[in-house]
Every structure is written in structure tokens, then in C-alpha cells.
């Protein structure tokens, strides 16, 4: 297995650090309170320039959005002056929604996993982006986008997932991947969770066994 950068951190003093970024392979997306020791961590581990940004005028990142190499998809209520500061890092889809758009999808290069919560309409223009789309809800539950973390090398999930669902996942993202919680029982691995293709950052309560287990799913190898 070719060795991912991983560290544990906080974001804006919280071990739920997935909540705060988006990341794809070179760009992660990061709160304007960001601190300097923290955005070097992040820089170093993802091997990824650090935009600070709000969306929504919230910090919570990753709630709102979520990115792959080729686009920033964000949600139509995203402030016109936050959209233009992330257009100048990477062309960025408005995705027409009310809900918390990144809690509903997740996304790789190749595909989405969108919560079955979320309108035709805005199903339809992710499509249009050129990602194969598998819409389902993960674990009983139809925040999708916190239950999944993609990569193009792997994906996590909530340990929860039912085999059909893991099966959608795979088929849409083209990657394999596995399960497994984060922060010492997160379930909601998104949240603790961030990573691209190089490199990995979890929330500061995560144990040496979920980290295992993290880094053999986002490896792909699960």
C-alpha cells in the first residue's frame, strides 16, 4: 500500500474537523478563523492549497458543499461574493436546493452519492457535471453526505451501511472502500474526517484502531 500523510487535528478548537473543510487533491476549502498552525498541517498532510472561505457565512464548510477535482458544487443560497472568491480557485457548480447541500451528497471525480432527500432538480444538474449519480440514503438515516467520505483512491462509510447500499456506493464512486467510525464512535464519519488522494486528517479523539481502519478503506484496500 502506497503510505498516506495522516495527522489528527481540531478545527477551530472542535474534534470534528471534517465539518469545517472540503477537499479535492490540490484545494481545500477551510474557515476564515483558521488558525496558522493548523492551515500548515492541513497543507502538509493533503499536499493542497488552504482557501479560507465561508459558505453561508458559516464556517461549516462541509455542511454546505463539497468539491472534486473538476468543481466546486455549491448550494444557490451561497453569498454571490463567497462564490466569486472560490471561482478564482476552481469553476463551481450552483446546485438549485434549500437543503444543507453538503450534508446530502458526496462526490469524487468519477461519481455522487446523493441522499435520496434531495430534490430531482438539483439531482439532475449534478448529473450534468458528468458523475454517475447513486441516490441513497446510508444507515436508516438521509444525511448521505455525512456518512461518506470519497476519495479517488477510496471511500469511508458509516459502519452501518447495509451491503446494497455499499454496493451503490462503489459502483457510482469506481473506487472500493470500507467502514468504519471516527472521534471514538463517530458514526458520521464525514464530520471527523477529511482526505484527498494523498493524505488523511481526523478528529484528535480518534484511536489507533479506527485510524487502521480508515486508512485501509480511503486506500482502497478495505
Do not use: W
Not at 493542497?48 to 448550494?75: D, G, Q, R, W
Not at 436508516?140 to 462509510?157: E, I, P, Y
Amino acid at each position: 500500500m502506497e503510505e498516506m500523510n495522516i495527522a489528527k487535528i481540531r478545527v477551530n478548537g472542535s474534534n470534528y474537523a471534517g465539518l469545517f473543510c472540503v477537499t479535492n487533491d490540490n484545494l481545500c476549502l477551510a474557515p476564515a478563523a483558521l488558525d496558522e498552525k493548523t492551515q500548515k498541517i492541513i497543507e502538509d498532510v493533503l499536499e493542497a492549497k488552504v482557501v479560507k472561505t465561508s459558505i453561508y457565512e458559516s464556517p461549516l464548510l462541509s455542511v454546505f458543499a463539497k468539491m472534486n477535482n473538476k468543481y466546486a458544487y455549491l448550494p444557490a443560497y451561497a453569498q454571490a461574493r463567497e462564490i466569486e472568491a472560490i471561482e478564482k480557485e476552481i469553476k463551481v457548480k450552483i446546485i438549485t436546493t434549500e437543503n444543507a447541500l453538503g450534508n446530502m451528497i458526496e462526490v469524487n471525480d468519477t461519481g455522487a452519492v446523493i441522499s435520496q432527500t434531495l430534490g430531482k432538480k438539483a439531482v439532475e444538474e449534478i448529473k450534468k457535471t458528468g458523475l454517475l449519480v447513486a441516490q441513497t440514503n446510508i444507515a436508516r438515516t438521509d444525511v448521505t453526505g455525512a456518512c461518506v467520505v470519497a476519495t479517488n483512491r477510496g471511500f469511508l462509510v458509516n459502519p452501518y451501511v447495509s451491503k446494497e447500499e455499499a454496493d451503490l456506493i462503489k459502483n457510482a464512486l469506481g473506487v472500493n472502500g470500507g467502514s468504519a467510525t471516527a472521534n471514538t464512535g463517530d458514526m458520521f464519519v464525514r464530520n471527523s474526517v477529511i482526505a484527498n488522494k494523498k493524505g488523511i486528517l481526523v478528529g484528535e479523539n480518534t484511536t489507533p484502531h479506527e485510524i487502521n481502519k480508515i486508512e485501509e478503506a480511503l486506500a482502497g484496500e478495505a
